[in-house]
């Protein structure tokens, strides 16, 4: 048997203390230890009364010799029952560990569930314990059928219908056989758990986790009027959305992007800056200038808006250039990243049809970010052309971060040489 983990000792000094344990080997191994024990005793009496009769036959002048024989036999009698006590006591306890160790691979292999019952959630805070165990499970079914019964919303039990009917669509696709019928959710009861933040964040993170991304736009986009720091967390999920599950070519943050600009049901002007920011973060990660000029521009009315710098024409002819490279050699697979420069470079030159409904304008956090991603990405002269198109407040106010931000990073640097001297 392999040596136990550490987590495996504490596990079982928590959930089975040692007379505990005790009281289950003694239960689970009672008959064994009930024969062996038997035959032990029965051997040491037989031999302890061969020795009696043996003593009663030898003269008075052995006797005492027969009586010290007896109670070396006795003695030698008990260390055989303490013996094989102790032997098979050390073999059922190892027995009993082994059981152990076997339901615990039976457990491991089997999926990790939740068991649920009508009277399991009753408050928000065994909302939240039930949320964050489904989490841990990575049982987002399971967590999306509470919370809709719990809160009571038919919005969110209409998503959660929509979904299963999806999902069960597909596998009817997949498999080649009808399904009759699916166990619809349970009807709202009208008076619910008022969901909060950490819940619905705990939420998007499931369906996340699972790649269910049209659950996480559709849960976000619900509660966007009431939470709208939910959006933002979703927006960020799809932010980091993987490159695999994207279309080839397209950046991380574009998904997050083409969410707010095509697919968000929200008006433009409910949604709120932070959304945006949060894709402008994305581009400072991915160290993506163009995207974040990009995301600027696409913004409320703002001075970047029908401007564009020298440096920024140069790029686009060059990026012009790559393209018609590539044409010519006919490759289809490589064209993606160049039809997609062109595309944003097209489409930001291009006036477009206003919106119904405008986007929020950048506020001093979209412009900071916007400069910080083209210094680090080596355009120190478009950022600062950047800078001086700012408005006067909005400018004052990245100055003064910038100037109080280097005054520590002097400090720091004047800190250090002291202390070498």
Known sequence: MPPLTLEQVLARSMRLPPQRAQQQV?????????????????????????????????????????????????????????????????????DFFELMEREDAQRRASHLSIHSSGHLVRNSADLTAYLKAAQRTGDWEGGLQAFAEATALPAVAAILTASEASAAAVAASTTGTSILSTSPPPAPSGSGVNPNMVQISAILEMCASAEKWDLVEKIS????????????????????????????????????????????????????????????????????????LEVVRAMGPNPLQGWWAAEEESDKVGTAAVEASVSRLGTT????????????????????????STPPSPN???????????????????????????PAVEKEEITASYAALIMVWSNQILYKRRRRF
């Open 26 to 94: 003694a239960r689970l191994y009672k008959r064994h230890e009930s024969a062996e024990l038997a035959g032990s005793l029965g051997e040491a009496t037989s031999t302890a009364m061969g020795s009696s009769s043996v003593g009663s036959a030898v003269p008075s002048s052995s006797r005492i010799a027969a009586m010290m024989g007896g109670r070396h036999v006795a003695k030698r009698g008990s260390a055989l029952r303490s013996g094989v006590s102790t032997t098979a006591a050390n073999k059922e306890k190892l």
């Open 221 to 292: 986009a619900f509660f966007a009027p009431a939470y709208p720091d939910a959006f933002s967390r979703a927006v960020e999920l799809l932010a980091r959305r993987p490159s695999s599950d994207s279309s080839a070519g397209e950046r991380r943050w574009r998904s997050a992007f083409a969410y707010l600009t095509t697919r968000c049901p929200l008006p433009a002007a409910e949604i709120s800056v932070e959304a945006f920011n949060v894709c402008l973060r994305a581009c400072e990660a991915e160290l993506d200038w163009r995207g974040a």
């Open 333 to 356: 697979s490589d064209l993606t990243e160049a039809d997609t420069l062109s595309s944003s470079l097209s489409t930001a030159s291009t006036p477009s049809v206003p919106p119904m």
């Open 364 to 390: 001093v956090v979209s412009y900071a970010t916007l400069i910080s991603t083209l210094e680090q990405g080596g355009k120190e002269s478009l950022a600062s052309a950047v800078l001086n198109r700012l």
